[in-house]
Each structure stands twice: as C-alpha cells, then as structure tokens.
C-alpha cells in the first residue's frame, strides 16, 4: 500500500535562512501530494499541494519539488521566520483520503 | 466565514465507556473525513462521510463509527474505548466537487484511563 515518511524527524535552521524539509513515499498512483504545518494544539493547516502531473510549484515563501523517479517529495521555505516553528507533514491524496506521513519539527534558531 | 469546528476541545474518559465527538465542517463543504493523531505520529485516517453514508474506512474496527446528519454536520462515536484510543481526533472537510486538500478543525483531545 501507499505509505510516506520523512528523512529527518527534526530540523534546525537559522532565522532568515532557507529550510527545505524531504519527504520519500512508496510507489503509488497518488493524484497529488500535500504539505501540512501543524502548530502545537492546532489541527494540520494545508501549505500547498502538487499534482502527481507536476514537478514544481510555488506559493507564498514556499515552494514544492516532486520527483517521482526517486519517490521523493520536498518543501522549500525562503527566509525561515519564527512563525514557521511547528511539525510538518507531507501527505499524498488518493481515493479521496489523505495519507500521512509521521512529521518533521522545525526550529527556528535565532 | 468559520472554519471547521470540533467538540468538545477536550475529553476524559474511562476504559469501556463510549465516546462521542462532534464536527461542523466549513461551510460550503459537504463531505467530513476523520482522522486519528496518536502523540508524535502523523493523522491516521479512521471513515469518511457524504451524503450521510459512509463512503470509505481506513483499518480502524468497528468500535469505531460515525453519522452525518443533512446540514453536513458529522459525529464520531468510539464504544469500548480502550487506553490505546487517547488520542487528538480531527475532522477535515471538504467539497466533494474538487480533490480533497484537509481543511482541518482543532480537533478533540480524547484522554482514556
């Protein structure tokens, strides 16, 4: 089955400076790939999904690389700000359920 | 305009007793999907609700049930809860029209002792 899990458990970056977060997923027919952000407390917070037809796309500070020769699925934040501090997922969507994986903690060091 | 609601914010519960949990998705959305978040892990999903019928599961049993009532609104009811079932329970909703992206409340932090 389809399953997603990130390379690092936790990520330390300094305020101001780019943080890219690697995510790696078994093989799926996925019709789109998902970054949450989950502050303490709060429910996942959608950032920016990708269509399994992409292999970039860009939002507001961050950015998404998907490369399906490899599996492997990235999120990219430009000028990390404290407000960034919290655990990220990705997910992959398929059959209209979302599947997680276990999250990375970002620390933004000052 | 609100966002997806959960009830109540927190919850203790003793082991064999049941549980209900409530969510109001965000409006416009018609389809309700829960999930299971154990403490360090990612969201497990548990059903999925839409047209008042349950439209998938996840590997959840059936001690784990759900409803959705007309105006979209959905329970979660867990009989028999065991100490395993602590957990923050979320509901993400959605439009069945477009592909489902989580808009996810802040969920219900059920306690079982």
Partial sequence: ?110 | DAGVTQSPTHLIKTRGQQVTLRCSPKSGHDTVSWYQQALGQGPQFIFQYYEEEERQRGNFPDRFSGHQFPNYSSELNVNALLLGDSALYLCASSWAGTRNLGYFGPGTRLTVT
């Fill in chain 1, 1 to 110: 089955g389809e399953s997603v899990g990130l390379h690092l458990p936790t990520l330390s970056v300094q305020e101001g400076d780019n943080s890219i977060i690697n995510c790696a997923y078994s093989n799926s027919a996925s019709d789109y790939f998902i970054w949450y952000k989950q502050e303490s407390g709060k429910g996942p917070q959608f950032i920016i999904d990708i269509r399994s037809n992409m292999d970039k796309r860009q939002g507001q500070r961050v950015t998404v690389l998907l490369n399906k020769t490899v599996k492997h699925l990235s999120l990219q934040i430009a000028a990390t700000q404290p407000g960034d501090s919290a655990v990220y997922f990705c997910a992959l969507g398929k059959d209209d359920k979302i599947i997680f994986g276990k999250g990375t903690r970002l620390h933004i060091l000052p």
